[in-house]
């Protein structure tokens, strides 16, 4: 069995590496580049100018490593999902924009006088919060104490987006706080590259703590996620050479953190393909059967090669639409 504190210092030490904290609507994600030095690391802790990350509980942690399907037939996404019991991992789920008072738990010593504000989202799994030192913000935002975001004429929000606060989203496992521009119109209408944060009240309108994707078992709830380098893509999305030494990686991680069945439906295909079967003769029943069953093919295409053997494989079960959520093929999307 892998050892999670071991895996996440390492994974917190590789620019491959992403991480998010949130729900299914809002989140904030920590992404370091290849040679940007951290101003603080410690005990499962990295920051850097652009954001920071820190793990404070594994009590009770149970990982569950996943693999999704990509809209892209030649790659696939994966991830560790840091999960809790749901009695646990529950927050506060506030509506209402609420002063919490200094940050004294902040991450770097400069911010721990800055002011946070939960910013009432209401997500079981994350408190999303800002933080800001600048007092005419904190002003307005005390004299909306109280008061939903979204109700029509509160200026809060559009104070928000003006002043780019730093977000912090808090779970039952650590936080993550993002220190840049909050995207929109101040940043040509696209999240900043490295640490960022999304609030999408459409799928937060779910209620949902994480994508149908992500197959956390009944009674956890995912409260970190950790996002290792993929081995078809880089951080930013963009095509790579296939990574051999990612991929072996993150398969061990699957072998000891990933759900039997989707584990016992992919061997079984990589068996059946290198036995030459007929693919008519493998049915896979359910969901986590049929991502299972897409990826085996689509991993021993890139691992060993396209044939016209695998060619047939994918025609039977490779095509046609895929059911995934927020398919952004880059980490914490």
């Known amino acids: 069995m892998a050892d999670l504190h071991a895996v996440l210092e390492t994974h917190l030490a590789d620019c491959q590496a992403g991480w998010s904290i949130g729900s299914f609507g809002a989140i904030a994600e920590f992404h370091h580049d290849d040679g940007e030095a951290p101003i603080v690391i410690g005990p499962l802790t990295r920051a850097t100018p652009r954001g920071a990350i820190r793990i404070e509980r594994l009590e009770d942690v149970e990982p569950v490593a996943w693999e999704a399907l990509s809209k892209n037939p030649e790659r696939w996404q994966h991830g560790v999902a840091l999960c809790m019991p749901a009695a646990q991992a529950r927050r506060a789920a506030r509506t209402v924009l609420t002063d919490l008072g200094p940050d004294a738990d902040a991450i770097r010593a400069a911010d721990r006088t800055a002011i946070r504000f939960d910013m009432g989202l209401g997500q079981a799994n994350v408190d999303f919060c800002i933080r800001?030192?600048?007092?005419?913000?904190?002003?307005?935002?005390?004299?909306?104490?109280?008061?939903?975001?979204?109700?029509?004429?509160?200026?809060?929000?559009?104070?928000?987006?003006?002043?780019?606060?730093?977000?912090?989203?808090?779970?039952?496992?650590?936080?993550?706080?993002?220190?840049?521009?909050?995207?929109?119109?101040?940043?040509?209408?696209?999240?900043?590259?490295?640490?960022?944060?999304?609030?999408?009240?459409?799928?937060?309108a779910a209620g949902r703590t994480h994508s149908a994707n992500i197959p956390v078992p009944e009674g956890l709830m995912p409260c970190a996620m950790l996002?290792?380098?993929?081995?078809?893509?880089?951080?930013?999305?963009?095509?790579?050479?296939?990574?051999?030494?990612?991929?072996?990686?993150?398969?061990?991680?699957?072998?000891?953190?990933?759900?039997?069945?989707?584990?016992?439906?992919?061997?079984?295909?990589?068996?059946?393909?290198?036995a030459g079967d007929d693919p008519g003769q493998t049915v896979a029943s359910t969901r986590i059967e049929r991502t299972a069953l897409r990826n085996a093919i689509r991993q021993r295409a890139r691992s060993h090669g396209a044939t016209p053997s695998l060619a047939t494989w994918s025609a039977a079960h490779d095509l046609g639409n895929i059911d995934v959520e927020a398919d952004a093929d880059s980490p914490g999307h």
């Open 227 to 274: 996002h290792p380098g993929n081995p078809t893509m880089t951080p930013l999305g963009q095509d790579r050479a296939f990574d051999t030494r990612l991929f072996e990686r993150f398969q061990g991680l699957l072998s000891a953190w990933g759900p039997p069945g989707y584990l016992v439906t992919k061997h079984r295909a990589w068996a059946a393909i290198e």
């Open 132 to 204: 800001t030192d600048d007092p005419d913000l904190i002003a307005l935002l005390r004299a909306q104490d109280g008061r939903s975001l979204f109700d029509p004429g509160n200026p809060a929000m559009g104070a928000i987006l003006k002043a780019h606060p730093h977000r912090v989203a808090l779970s039952a496992v650590g936080r993550c706080e993002v220190y840049q521009k909050i995207g929109g119109p101040d940043t040509g209408g696209v999240s900043p590259l490295g640490p960022h944060t999304h609030v999408l009240p459409k799928l937060m």
